[in-house]
């Protein structure tokens, strides 16, 4: 029996917690924390995250703006975009899209914001200091991915664990966050990749596999040690053949082969996604309580 | 038969290189790099290095200077320290003794120095660009140990490599110089550490081992597989017993237990060292470069 690790319930206990502690928590001459998320036009795996990140922040308490940025956007417009929201007090922290077109320079335009307001910790700065264990920020996904394994019973200390997929964004925070000296997870982390010759071999001995590559049915009985769990980050649109024009969201783990295989899998949707979305709003109440709780300085 | 691969060689064709890129490149009102290093008093392994330091900035047309620290140095103080030598314009690349004891704040102090001054590349700015592939400069012991094992025929793409020792100044950019996207060596590695229960599970297929670990001996036939390189990264002092009252710096591998089983160790001293040191004089040539060659701005 391969148990499924939903995120539903964790999801919302941490929205719970973060509505408590905005209701108890806005000062006199302060206000609640505020959220902007910067992202282009049109349909992308962010659309369906952008959808969940509005209900969080109103469950939350949390003010919450979309900015959708112009099609014909340039880097440097698009960091002075963030540049602007910045400067903006009423603004306690900001997410941009990823991935962007290369071309925009999602790195050097995440990189113009504090640290404090890089809630998702993508900036060269938050980065940085998470590879020194001194993180402010760091992405609400590696974050939540590591969560929902706790919340599922895991402890990381001296276990191999697995990380397929490098991007700056999703892979290498989670490896870091398992891995870096001083926060705790404390894992022998092992990062493969799409250069990485031979997966199952990379993959021996692991206890965890976290999935981070967006390659539909990667992780299946021919990669994935047997009795490992595997966390599925991986987040791809593919068309959905039950609704005519329809896409569906899929991870990287090929669940029905993974039946019987591994100790667990957690559901795409269902699983790392809402714990994401929730931990983004645990950030942001701490990007909020870092910048003073809306008190004019 | 164990390959014996020493570093000095290579160190020296990179200081030439270093060399004659300045001899040529002073431009007309401008000044030869300069490089300063910054570093507590008394005996450390960082003394030693200091000295290599001074060595071959001369020998590359460097300028050399070191500021001793006082001793009873706060972490503020080294922060302003390390501000004013960044807000000087004569200096071009600044490098700061680690590690430190833990209150003097290194990282904060190195996190002070803008990217391109911050020629080992320790900063929270520089390894979050590291962490993005997009570095400046990279710790000079880091680039310094690959350079060693690619000047002796070691290809990384695709390979297995091991990394012991996980410090945000060695093990970690070892780590990520080796694994991150778009840097060119695109090996697939993993990161062993004081937590890890079992080093020599940790490293089974490992086909290079960085030793990052500090620890004398730790690298042995019981712990690294059969054939693999071992690239020692490790130093510390330890007594030396033909002299009284003598040091000798090690590495982190069993030379003598590894004989006829590793495919190669890299001695130390003499190995992973010069090149480090030779590496930094190339980052301070860069650092010059990018700062405007000395030339009044």
Not at 22 to 50: A, D, K, M
Not at 70 to 82: G, K, Q, S, W
Not at 145 to 158: Q, S, Y
Not at 259 to 268: F, I, K, L, S
Request: charged share 20%.
């Amino acid at each position: 029996m391969t148990a499924r690790w939903d995120g539903r319930a964790l999801s919302e206990g941490l929205l719970t917690a973060a509505r408590q502690a905005v209701e108890s928590g806005v000062p006199e001459g302060g206000r609640p924390p505020s959220l902007v998320s910067v992202h282009l036009p049109g349909p992308s795996p962010f659309s369906f995250y952008l959808r969940q990140q509005a209900r969080a922040a109103e469950g939350a308490g949390i003010t919450f703006r979309d900015i959708t940025l112009a099609p014909e956007l340039t880097a440097p417009a698009l960091r002075d975009v963030v540049r602007a929201l910045d400067a903006e007090p009423s603004i306690d922290a900001v997410i941009l899209e990823h991935p962007l077109p290369p071309q925009l320079g999602f790195f050097g335009a995440a990189s113009a914001l504090r640290l404090e307001k890089d809630v998702d910790g993508v900036g060269a700065a938050s980065l940085g200091r998470l590879v020194a264990g001194q993180p402010v920020h760091v992405p609400a996904v590696a974050r939540g991915a590591i969560k929902l394994a706790r919340h599922h019973g895991v402890a990381f200390p001296g276990r191999r664990v697995a990380v397929v997929g490098r991007s700056e964004t999703v892979g290498l925070p989670i490896a870091l966050l398992l891995g870096v000296r001083g926060l705790g997870a404390d894992a022998t982390v092992t990062v493969a990749h799409s250069r990485t010759p031979d997966l199952a071999t990379a993959l021996e001995g692991a206890e965890v596999v976290f999935g981070c590559a967006g390659k539909p049915k990667l992780l299946n009985r021919s990669t994935v040690p047997r009795g490992a769990a595997v966390v599925d980050v991986g987040l791809v649109s593919v068309p959905d053949d039950s609704v005519p024009g329809g896409q569906r969201a899929v991870g990287d783990a090929d669940g029905e082969d993974l039946e019987g295989w591994a100790r667990a899998v957690t559901p795409v949707p269902g699983g790392v996604g809402p714990v994401t979305v929730a931990t983004l709003m645990e950030s942001t109440v701490q990007a909020w309580d870092l910048l003073g709780r809306g008190k004019p300085e």
